[in-house]
């Protein structure tokens, strides 16, 4: 049963044009194509670059978040309580108002303090800043690294000039050393990203990143079985481009430095509303829906890579909208809203009222007691005062 899910998988009309089969795809010695075995290469790649971004964020990133200053906030810790915590790890982190009564009356309660723990509680799950800071850090580098390795590689292919040049000689494009690895680096990061996604920070798009990296690895994984190397060079080229600016500009805005964080937010926009909704579009969905007509017909191979490009489209206009979102509050306010797609700290909202309150009280009580020792001494002595000096300047007048 393997061997005939085996054989039907790799049928040559799902991954070939119409009229080449894989024996037209034989390496010799001069020759080498992409062959799929070679993929299995990036998953010990990826787990060495676990590795190394652990040792990197230890090494580095920490200390380095502690030199430039920055801090991570300090929490109010949630009172141990075994009924809780078995309810918040359980059942619900976010409970409703029925199961807080319920809560509270188990534990013998008010209702608030049992709001209290719960958003303690949560804060106590939530990312440190410092945290934050080696995240951006490592993908800052890799992003710089991966950007300046695409364009080293590609600077002197013709395809990055000439869009036409995916598809000359298309399938039998021969793969060069070069090419190899500048995939190979790509596809073992984005599985590195997949084994790390739950220790890593959890913003509110965290959806749309499983679908990101599902179709990143999907069109890097099939572009290369189906020899669309110069078209997949192309994909990560642009991408890598917007990224160098976003991660730099969370650096940054973790250190507190506002007017340059708000400057590389401002420069991240402008290149990703480009070269995702502008150069992506033309250079690589205009170029593999029509530009390969001109070489072949269309086939399974065709309809499966254009649905997985669109799929990226699609995830860069929901991500366009909220970068548009946050440049038009900037440009109204003149000042960076936080980033949509973080997870921000619940506040003790019902301890700050309380204070609040206790404050009140105490400015009424403290201007009761003035009024009130004005109001004695107006009728004490004071009042008995004034009345002589008006009296005696009454009789002076008189």
Known sequence: MARSLY???????FWLPPGITWEDMQESEDTHYPQPRDLLLS????????????????????PLSIKLGVRDKQRPKAQPNPVL??????RCK????????SLAKQC??????????FRRRRNMDRPSL???FSEACWRFTFYIISFFTGLAVLYDKPWLWDHRECWTGYPQQPLQPSLFWYYMLELSFYWSLVFTLPFDVKRKDFKEQIVHHAATIFLISFSYCANYIRI????????????CFLEPTKIFNYMKWKKTCDSLFMIFSAVFLISRLVIYPYTVLYNTYYYSMEIFQPFFGYYFVNVLLIILQLLHVFWSCLIIHMVYKFILQGTM???????????????ERDKTREKEKNGMTCFSNITSNGYIQRNGSEPLDSRAHLANGYAKER
């Open 130 to 132: 410092s945290k934050k």
């Open 232 to 243: 997949g060079t192309l994909v990560m080229v642009i991408h890598d481009a917007s990224d």
């Open 337 to 351: 809203e936080k980033d949509m797609r973080s997870d921000t700290e619940e506040s003790d909202k019902d301890e």
């Open 85 to 90: 915590e078995t309810f918040y790890s359980t």
């Open 108 to 117: 013998d309660l008010p209702v608030r303090k049992v709001e209290k723990w």
């Open 94 to 101: 976010n409970p409703e108002e029925g199961e807080l009564l």
């Open 43 to 62: 998953i010990p790649f990826a787990l060495t670059l676990v590795v190394i971004r652990r040792a990197f964020e230890r090494a580095v990133a920490l």
């Open 7 to 13: 054989e039907w998988l790799w049928q040559h009309e």
